[in-house]
Antibody
Framework: QVQLQESGPGLVKPSETLSLTCSVS????????WSWIRQPPGKGLEWIGY???????NYNPSLKSRVTISVDTSKNQLSLKLRSVTAADTAVYYC??????????????????WGKGTTVTVSS | DIQMTQSPSSLSASVGDRVTITCRAS??????LNWYQQKPGKAPKLLIY???TLQSGVPSRFSGSGSGTDFTLTISSLQPEDFATYYC?????????FGQGTKVEIK
């Protein structure tokens, strides 16, 4: 079955760019949308955005000015870049697959496959 | 943004109890409502999508109901492995938003 694995630096300095990669195995990155979600320590979940394998994206407006999500189909990977980070960006970052089911011509979307997450700390 | 509010924020229950968690949206989300379970140090796991459809492999003691702005997750008979934090999430409009979570603890 499809598995996701996040990777990247665990420590990023304030004002720098956080860069993470999500590797997709056991299936193709094509024909799906892929999300990034984050969770600050002891807090709830925040959706960052998603990307289609073609490159089409949708971002959370609260982060849109600082975020870029990209996809590399040749490597079966997606990436997250978050610029000008502060301590508030310290979190566990997850990638997840956006699943879809059609019922009576209605499309229901959800996140059905998740990576284990990677912890990123923003500190000097 | 659609605000999702869960209640209670935490609850204590015993094995075998019936547990109900409520999720209220600040505006209609139709039936575009998902429920996730998260255990400490683990990624969330999809339980229910479309407000009431059980994800494959999820035990039938979990059920979801509701539409519009008010939704419910019910665990009919709490099992030891069900102690976790539960999140609702709307997929009606961008940005997708989550409730703050409900932590189910052992009594």
């Amino acid at each position: 079955q499809v598995q996701l694995q996040e990777s990247g630096p665990g420590l990023v300095k304030p004002s720098e760019t956080l860069s993470l990669t999500c590797s997709v195995s056991g299936g193709s990155i094509s024909s799906y949308y892929w999300s990034w979600i984050r969770q600050p320590p002891g807090k709830g979940l925040e959706w960052i955005g998603y990307i289609y394998y073609s490159g089409s994206t949708n971002y959370n407006p609260s982060l849109k000015s600082r975020v870029t999500i990209s996809v590399d189909t040749s490597k079966n990977q997606l990436s997250l870049k978050l610029r000008s980070v502060t301590a508030a960006d310290t979190a566990v970052y997850y990638c997840a697959r956006r699943g879809v089911v059609v019922v009576d011509a209605t499309y229901y979307y959800y996140m059905d496959v998740w990576g284990k997450g990677t912890t990123v700390t923003v500190s000097s | 943004d659609i605000q999702m509010t869960q209640s209670p924020s935490s609850l204590s229950a015993s094995v075998g109890d019936r547990v109900t968690i409520t999720c209220r949206a600040s505006q209609t989300t139709s039936s575009y409502l998902n429920w996730y379970q998260q255990k400490p140090g683990k990624a969330p796991k999809l339980l229910i999508y479309g407000a009431s459809t059980l994800q494959s492999g999820v035990p039938s003691r979990f059920s979801g109901s509701g539409s519009g702005t008010d939704f419910t997750l019910t665990i009919s008979s709490l099992q030891p492995e069900d102690f976790a934090t539960y999140y609702c999430q709307q997929s009606y409009s961008i940005p997708w938003t989550f409730g703050q979570g409900t932590k189910v603890e052992i009594k």
